[in-house]
C-alpha cells in the first residue's frame, strides 16, 4: 500500500463536500476519482498532496515514497526554452553527466595511483549514470514531448511566451519525466488531441508507479484504471474494476436504492393509514396500538431518496419541423489562413437521421468548417447546399451565440418571444438554473453553466440539423451520460466535433476523419474507427496523390505526401527505437559479464590456476571488444534518433 486516506472530512461554511472518506491505493495501482461537477474530487486530491487541510482524518503515504501532481490549471513560470525546461526535471543525470566529462577530462593528465583511484570512481559513476537511464534520457525527454503533442519546432519556443493549455502540457511532461511513486492527475486530457490521448493512455497504463486520475473522459478511464473512487453527495464509495464497469455496478446499485426507498415509502404510508383508522375508533385498546405504532415509526431509520439521471438535469431535444431526406451535401470545399492550408477541395453529404462525429488532430480546422457552414466565417472556394426545410441549430465551445451582458431569463426571452415566463422557467430549471439562478448575467457564468444555457437554447429551437462544436466540454459525467440520452433519441440529424472518445463512441452513427487536408470516411463508432483506422486512412490518402492533380491542388497534395513521409518517419524511428533497446540490453549483458570476471579474478583458488586465468582473460578481451562495439552502435543509434 502506497497510500492511505482515512476518515476524511471537509467542510466549506455548512457544505459538507466529503463525509467520513475512506479508501487505500496500493502499488502499481491506478485508480480514478470521478463525481458530478462540485463534488469535491479537486478538492480531494489538495487534501491527499497537503495544498489543503481536511477538517477530521488523516493521510499516508508509504516510507520514503514521492509524489507528482498537475492541478487543472497552471501558472508555469520560466525563461527556459520547452525542452530545456522539460531537460531540468532529470537534474541528477545531468549533473551525473557533467561529473563523468570532467573525470574524462582529469584522466588525460593524471597517471598512476591517482589515475587508478579515478578510475574506479569513474567505474562506479558510469554504473550509477546507466542504472539512472542516463543513456536514453535525452530520448525520453524527446519521446514524451512529442507524446504530448509538441512538434521539434515547438522545442526551442519561450515558455512564458505559452498559452495556458501549452503550460499545462510541458507541466504534465516535467511530472511524467520526474518518475515519482504516485501520480496524482486533475483533468489530465484537457489540452490534449486524441492522439496525445492515447499515447498518455499507454504511458499511464505501462507506469510502473501508481495513478490517481480526476477525469470526465470516460473512455480514457476505461482503457487506465482498475478502481473508481465515487464522491456522491459527499459520500466516498470505492468500485472495482474501469469506469464501465463502475457504471454497470453503479446502475444495478442505484436501482436496488430506489426499491428499498420505494417499499419504506410504501410502508410508511400503510402505517400512516392504520394509525389514522386505530385513532378513528376512538377506543382506549385502539389508541394505545396507534400509539405504539407511532413509536415504531419515529424510530425508522428514513432512507434518502437516491438521485436519478433525471434528478439532475432533463434534456429533451425534438426538432419542431421535419427536414428532407437530403439534409447537406458539402462541395469542393477549401480554406487557408495566412498561406497555411488548412483542407483542399472535400466533399460529404449527411442525410436525415445521421449523427456524424468531425474528428481530427488540433488545427485541422474542424472548427472551421462547422463555421463555414453556419456562414460564420466564408470558405475560399467550393458550395454548401442545405436540403428542404432544414434549419440549423448551432452550439459554440466559445458561446459566442450568448450575449455576457444580458441574464439567462433575458438570453431566452429575446431568443423566444413567444414564451410566457413560466415556459421560460421551466425551461431553464431543466438545466439545473432555478429561483435567482436565472437573473444571474452570462458574463457571470462558468464554462460548463454557459454550455447548459446554449443547450437550452438549442432545446427551445425549430432546428432539425444541430450543428455542435465540443458539447462535452466542461460537463460532468452525468451531464455526458444525459447528452447522449438526448441525442440518441434525437429525430433529427446531427453533425458535431469533439475529443470525448466515449460520447462519440456512444453517438455517432457515422465518422469523418479530417486528416492531411483531406476527409475519410467511417461507417460506424470510435470502436468501428479504431479498428479501420490505418488501412482506410492510408488508402484514401494514398489514392488522392496522383500525377493527374492539378496544379491548384499542388499545396494538398504535398501535404499528403508530407503525412505519407511522417507515417514512414514513425516506422523508422520505432525500429532505430527497437534496436536500441536490443543494444542496450546487449550492453547490459555483457557489462554482468565482465563484473562476473572481475569476481572471480579476485578469488584466491583461481589465483593459483594459471589455466583458468588465461580463459577469463581472454574472454574478458573478447567483451571489451564486443563492447567497445556496442557502445559505438549505441551512439550512432541515438544520434540517428536525436
Known amino acids: ?308 439521471l433525471n434528478d439532475k438535469m432533463n434534456i429533451r431535444l425534438e426538432p419542431g419541423i421535419e427536414s428532407g431526406n437530403d439534409v447537406l451535401k458539402v ?75 444580458k441574464t439567462l431569463f433575458q438570453e431566452i426571452q429575446d431568443a423566444y418571444p413567444d414564451l410566457n415566463n413560466t415556459r421560460i422557467r421551466s425551461t431553464l430549471a431543466a438545466f439545473l438554473f432555478t429561483g435567482d439562478d436565472v437573473f444571474k448575467y452570462i458574463r457571470e457564468l462558468s464554462g460548463g453553466e454557459k454550455g447548459r444555457v446554449s443547450l437550452a437554447k438549442l432545446m427551445l429551437s425549430n432546428a432539425n440539423l444541430l450543428i455542435l462544436d465540443e458539447p462535452t466540454n466542461h460537463l460532468d459525467i452525468t451531464s455526458k451520460e444525459i447528452l447522449e440520452n438526448a441525442l440518441n433519441s434525437y429525430t433529427g440529424t446531427v453533425l458535431y466535433v469533439s475529443h470525448d472518445r466515449y460520447f462519440i463512441n456512444s453517438t455517432a452513427t457515422r465518422i469523418i476523419e479530417l486528416t492531411a487536408n483531406t476527409l475519410v470516411n467511417y461507417i460506424g463508432n470510435y470502436d468501428y474507427y479504431l479498428e479501420k483506422k490505418d488501412i482506410l486512412t492510408a488508402a484514401v490518402i494514398k489514392e488522392s496523390v496522383s500525377p493527374t492533380d492539378s496544379d491548384n491542388t499542388s499545396v494538398s497534395s504535398n501535404t499528403k505526401e508530407q503525412w505519407l513521409s511522417s507515417k514512414e518517419e514513425q516506422a523508422r524511428l520505432k525500429k532505430l527505437k527497437n534496436n536500441l533497446a536490443r543494444v542496450e540490453e546487449q550492453i547490459s549483458s555483457i557489462e554482468e559479464r565482465l563484473k562476473e570476471i572481475d569476481e572471480e579474478y579476485m578469488n584466491p583458488d583461481i589465483g593459483s590456476n594459471t589455466g583458468r586465468l588465461m580463459e577469463l582473460h581472454k574472454e574478458k578481451e573478447e567483451l571489451d571488444d564486443k563492447l567497445n562495439n556496442l557502445y559505438e552502435q549505441w551512439e550512432e543509434i541515438s544520434t540517428e534518433i536525436g
Not at 88 to 108: G, P
Open 1 to 308: 500500500m502506497v497510500l492511505s486516506c482515512s476518515h476524511i472530512s471537509k467542510s466549506f461554511g455548512t457544505d459538507e463536500i466529503i463525509k467520513d472518506a475512506t479508501f487505500n491505493i496500493e502499488d502499481r495501482e491506478k485508480a480514478a476519482i470521478i463525481g458530478i461537477n462540485g463534488a469535491g474530487k479537486s478538492t480531494l486530491l489538495k487534501i491527499i498532496v497537503g495544498e489543503l487541510s481536511a477538517d477530521q482524518g488523516e493521510v499516508a503515504f508509504a516510507k520514503d515514497s514521492t509524489y507528482g501532481y498537475l492541478a487543472q490549471h497552471q501558472n508555469l513560470s520560466s525563461d527556459n526554452s520547452i525542452y530545456d525546461e522539460v531537460l531540468s526535471t532529470r537534474q541528477d543525470i545531468l549533473s551525473m553527466e557533467a561529473s563523468i566529462r570532467r573525470m574524462e577530462e582529469d584522466m588525460n593528465n593524471l597517471s598512476g595511483n591517482e589515475l587508478d583511484t579515478l578510475m574506479e570512481q569513474y567505474t562506479r559513476l558510469t554504473h550509477d549514470f546507466d542504472l539512472a537511464g542516463g543513456y536514453a534520457y535525452r530520448s525520453e525527454v524527446t519521446g514524451v514531448l512529442k507524446g504530448l503533442g509538441f512538434g521539434e519546432n515547438d522545442f526551442s519556443l519561450n515558455v512564458n511566451t505559452l498559452s495556458g493549455g501549452q503550460k499545462t502540457r510541458v507541466a504534465l511532461s516535467k511530472l511524467l519525466l520526474s518518475k515519482p511513486d504516485i501520480i496524482l492527475l486533475d483533468e489530465p486530457t484537457n489540452h490534449l488531441d486524441m492522439n496525445s490521448i492515447s499515447w498518455l493512455e499507454g504511458f499511464l497504463s505501462d507506469y510502473k508507479g501508481s495513478v490517481i486520475i480526476v477525469a470526465h473522459d470516460r473512455y480514457f478511464l476505461d482503457k487506465i484504471v482498475s478502481k473508481v473512487i465515487e464522491i456522491d453527495n459527499g459520500t466516498v464509495t470505492t468500485f472495482s474494476g474501469n469506469y464501465t464497469d463502475y457504471a454497470s455496478k453503479k446502475a444495478v446499485l442505484r436501482n436496488m436504492q430506489l426499491k428499498a426507498y420505494m417499499n419504506q415509502q410504501r410502508e410508511i404510508k400503510h402505517q400512516e393509514e392504520v394509525i389514522t383508522k386505530l385513532k378513528q375508533f376512538n377506543r382506549e385498546k385502539s389508541i394505545k396500538r396507534a400509539e405504539s405504532r407511532e413509536k415504531m415509526l419515529d424510530k425508522i431509520q428514513i432512507l434518502d431518496k437516491p438521485s436519478t
Open 331 to 405: 462541395t469542393g470545399l477549401s480554406k487557408a489562413f495566412d498561406g497555411n492550408r488548412l483542407f483542399n477541395n472535400i466533399s460529404f453529404e449527411i442525410k436525415k437521421g445521421e449523427r456524424v462525429a468531425l474528428i481530427g488532430n488540433n488545427g485541422t480546422g474542424k472548427t472551421t468548417i462547422l463555421k463555414i457552414l453556419n456562414g460564420i466565417i466564408p470558405a475560399d472556394s467550393g458550395v454548401v447546399e442545405l436540403g428542404s426545410n432544414v434549419y440549423i441549430g448551432y452550439y459554440d465551445q466559445e458561446h459566442h451565440v450568448l450575449d455576457p451582458d
